[in-house]
């Protein structure tokens, strides 16, 4: 009996200890295992800070092609291990994403799901043709070019928001504007649309009443004050000249209109032969003003329209300096003299079209 009792007091310690020393590894490993989770999850996972695109219908495998190809990502497996544990792979949402130094895996994950997309700051000037605008818009949201352009171009479309084909770039004012990614075709009219209405304003509509003319002719006659002139404190005085022909019942003899009907704007010499070409925009030709604007006039030039110089000039020519300045006349004798000048400079540098 008591040799009984001896051996079971000597098994049950070697059992403890096992069991000790089993449930110590245990805690062990597991807290490794804890820590690498912790880590996985919560320690900052961004190795060199950027943005990504995801399309639309992405991929897991494309997403990540996306991450690898910026080397955004620190430790792809802590990436993969939160993904699946989110299902990230059944929940893609395409959009532009800026991943910011010191983002942990989930905060990664969270801002992909959910669709927390980067804002885009799209801006367009500069522009004269609608392909233009369709090319530069294709570069900050989702829609390409070919897409936009079959918008811009499809009659329906400037039925619906008051233009016709000649006059759908007044429509588009340029600026900077805050779209996200995914912005559809339709999205990027609709606010145009807006900013169109919120720019003409009760104030610059009053304006433009007073001057006899609807908001799409002021932009219109803007267009060519643009195209004369890049000096903000001349174009009040070139819109002056203008609308001083305009009053007076005169062809705008304006050379970018014909510049524009010609569809070359790289023309620096207008010449006789240009003046032929049989377009409702050559203001040679045909009185009045063409029918829509000739580029996407600036805020500063429709402005200038609005605010227009009170000046007696009805003519005006560039400066032989080339400065980019012009000289104005109130008569044609003292125009011809200074478009000779301008003639005599561009013969000495050889200048000929």
Not at 88 to 106: C, F, W
Not at 138 to 151: A, F, G, W
Not at 289 to 301: A, D, H, K, Q, R
Not at 310 to 335: E, V, W
Request: aromatic share 12%; charged share 20%; net charge positive.
């Amino acid at each position: 009996m008591d040799l009984i009792k001896t051996n079971k007091l000597m098994l049950f310690p070697r059992l403890n200890k096992w069991i000790v020393m089993f449930f110590v590894l245990a805690l062990v490993v597991g807290g490794l295992r804890g820590y690498q989770l912790y880590r996985y999850i919560f320690i900052p996972n961004i190795q060199t800070p950027g943005s990504i695109i995801i399309p639309l219908n992405a991929t897991y495998e494309q997403v990540i092609d996306s991450l690898k190809k910026r080397n955004i990502i620190l430790n792809y497996k802590a990436f993969d291990w939160v993904a699946n544990r989110k299902n990230y792979a059944t929940a893609i949402k395409p959009g532009k994403y800026l991943l910011d130094k010191g983002l942990n895996t989930n905060e990664i994950l969270n801002m992909l799901k959910s669709g927390n997309q980067q804002p885009v700051n799209v801006t367009f000037n500069n522009l004269r043709f609608i392909e233009e605008l369709a090319g530069d818009i294709s570069k900050y949201i989702q829609p390409d070019s070919l897409e936009l352009l079959q918008k811009f171009k499809d009659p329906a479309i400037h039925e619906k928001f008051g233009f016709n084909e000649n006059t759908f770039h007044c429509l588009f004012i340029p600026n900077t504007y805050e779209f996200y990614w995914t912005t559809t075709a339709d999205q990027f009219l609709e606010r145009m649309a807006m900013e169109y209405a919120r720019f003409w304003n009760e104030g610059r509509r009053n304006k433009a009443a007073e001057l006899g003319l609807t908001p799409e002719e002021v932009m219109t006659v803007a267009s060519i004050v643009q195209e004369e002139t890049n000096k903000k404190d001349e174009k009040p005085i070139v819109a002056g000249l203008y609308l001083n022909r305009i009053k007076r019942g005169m062809p705008l003899q304006a050379d970018p209109t014909v510049k524009f009907a010609l569809g070359n704007f790289r023309i620096k010499r207008v010449l006789n032969s240009h003046l032929e070409i049989d377009s409702p925009y050559n203001t040679y030709k045909y009185p009045g003003l063409p029918p829509g604007p000739i580029n996407f006039p600036e805020i500063s030039s429709i402005d200038a329209v609005l605010n227009a110089a009170k000046t007696p000039y009805i003519y005006m020519c560039a400066r032989q300096d080339f400065s980019g300045y012009h000289n104005f006349a109130r008569n044609l004798s003292a125009h011809n003299e200074n478009a000779r000048k301008y003639k005599a400079a561009l013969d000495s540098l050889e200048i000929f079209q």
